[in-house]
């Protein structure tokens, strides 16, 4: 039976008094990578963490394959959230952060799904390094890794490329859909940049 | 060339101080225990050492610092989410009452748990009198607010979004708060646990309020073993172990601060987040902590000192105060207030202009390794009087300055010397984040302007660092007020200090003499908490870093 993959429907969100996200829309079907693409202050990382269950919604509802998750606590609901600056665990070394969420897997199994995961974003031998040697380029790359390693539902990136520079951003961008693409994963990926969002997404929907 | 002399002065300063006034009298108090009439010995220190009543105390000591440490990290971790991490509606007058214990004399401290635990006290029925118990309990009410604020401080600042990933990533919120709050934490955990550690190992005041002749520790029998058995070399053997413990802890937190500063720079906003539902727990806890913990026994002392011979409500107590009807003092309370804030003053500028130029050179980072070493043993070195028995300088005081060509035995200037050693770590602290967060590029700035290196300290340091000086100028202000230690050795029985006041009067039988001890306990927690409170005020908010 095909899943029917993310439904996000008229979701608000508030900040205090402001109404950042208003009547929000959209449907992802599985294995899809679209692109959210907006300037800033469109609300599209409120949107992601309202999916990544981060927000609480004023209106509207999230379902995945036809069942309602809206309340569903974020760390049940199997989306996982790549932040903006990667947002690495600095205490823990390479093969530590990509563990992370899958710590209920058998030490060996976990230990080979870390290194194809390495391997997958071109950084095999990374292991037991600390976070704090990687540059910039290479701990986006951990962090996809990491996002990955738990087979999520949907992967929701947060302009994971806006803190590198253009050039290194034009060919990670097509990297990323590489990789995505080779797990199979549905994503969606917030940007600014519509060449990013070109080179990424199979589809890009317009913020205003 | 000029330059580096101006830096050699400043360091040679204050370094000539502590040499003279700290390390000379501790070293000879120290070296008194290894010498009998025949020379050299090692026989007295291991008599000393060996014996049962030594080793009981030393476990003794050993036990209650750990539970106090314990405990009031324990109950503080809690504080410090609901105080400095959740953000609501009458936070700011909660951490200000969570404050008024640490700046409280540790007599007061002291007399207050009295008030509430001795036979006549609402708590009384408890029979907690003169116990470990009480004397842990008034360790926890004194260094709870030195783990709210230090893990508050960092708690404050971490990034939500760290593990709100951990929580995208399949992290339940238990889980998410052992492997990644906690860890982040630990830092700032450390750095309050081992100063706890040193501030309850080295409490003197309250145990000796408390504690009554039924529980000894190793700063108590320093103090019992002067006075009152004269057994010097046992005094001494005591106060080498005191150091072995104070340096052990000292070097703990010095290395758990280091790492602090490492971990804070990288995170400079504030990230409160708003009261939600599932706070619920860990609000009551606090709330509760703060009731029983800080506010039952704040409120039994000031009660009871309004409770007059009879069990009414009256001023009698206070009325005393002025008159010493009992005849347990020399001088009346009033004229020992007198007597405190003069001598209170005179610690403070002392402490002001040795502290800031610690913290002047402290908050340099030089580009040798020799430089860099140069500057950490500085820093341990002027942290060494905040754990070392206040006691132990007071006695060494009184063998050391009492000959030609410093005979200041009968001279009260002591008294600040002394006072004003033991608020220096406090000053030296209190400034040193300011001094460091000064970005060279301003003085380099100035510079270029054409300001020399005089008029760049007075135009660019002074002036940036002026808010924390009010601030450490308060602490030092209240740490000489209350300090006990030191000054029980070296007051005079003419001109004694309010502390001291107190504890003779609380160490009386009658109630009378109880009843001017509250009233003057409360007296000495009012001006002390009166202090802070302009000098934070001075200060600006949340300005102090440990």
Redesign the interface.
Known sequence: MVSEGLTVNHIAVKYGQNLVVDDFSLTLAPGEIIALLGPSGSGKSTIL?AI???EPLVAGSIAWDGVDVTHV?????????M?QDG?L???LDVAGNVA??INSLPGPTRDARVAELLELVGLADYGKRPITALSGGEAQRVALA??L??VPKVL?LDEPLSSLDTELRGRLAAEIRTMIRARDTAAIYVTHDTSEADAVADRVVLLQ | MKKRMAWVLAGVLPLAFLALFFLWPVFSLVARGFQDESGWTLDAVGHTLASARTVRIIRQTFTLAVLGTVFSTLLGLPGAYVLYRLRFRGQRALRAIVTIPFVLPSVVVGVAFRSLLNSTGPLGWLGLDGTPTAVVAAMVFFNYSLVVRTVGALWSRLDERTVQAARTLGATPARAFVTITLPALAPAIGSAASLVFLFCASAFGIVLVLGGSRIGTVETEIWYQTTTMLNLSAAAALSIVQLVFVSASLLLASVVRRRQQRALASRATVSQQQLRSSDAPVVAVTLLVIGVLVLVPLGTLVYRSFVVRGGGLGLANYANLATNASGALSVSVWAALCNSLIIGLCACALALILGWLVAYVLSRSPITRAGRTTITLLDSAFMLPLGISAVTVGFGFLITLNRPPLDLRSSWVLIPIAQALVALPLVVRTLLPTWRSIDPKLRQAAATLGASDSRILATVDLPLTARSIGLAAGFAFATSLGEFGATSFLSRPDRPTLPVVVYRLISRPGAENFGTALAAAVVLAVVTATVMSIAEALGGKETHGW
Do not use: E, I, M, N
């Open positions: 963490r990544a269950g981060l606590p974020t760390h049940k609901r199997g989306f996982v959230l932040f947002q665990f600095p205490h992370y969420g990491r996002s390693a738990p929701l």
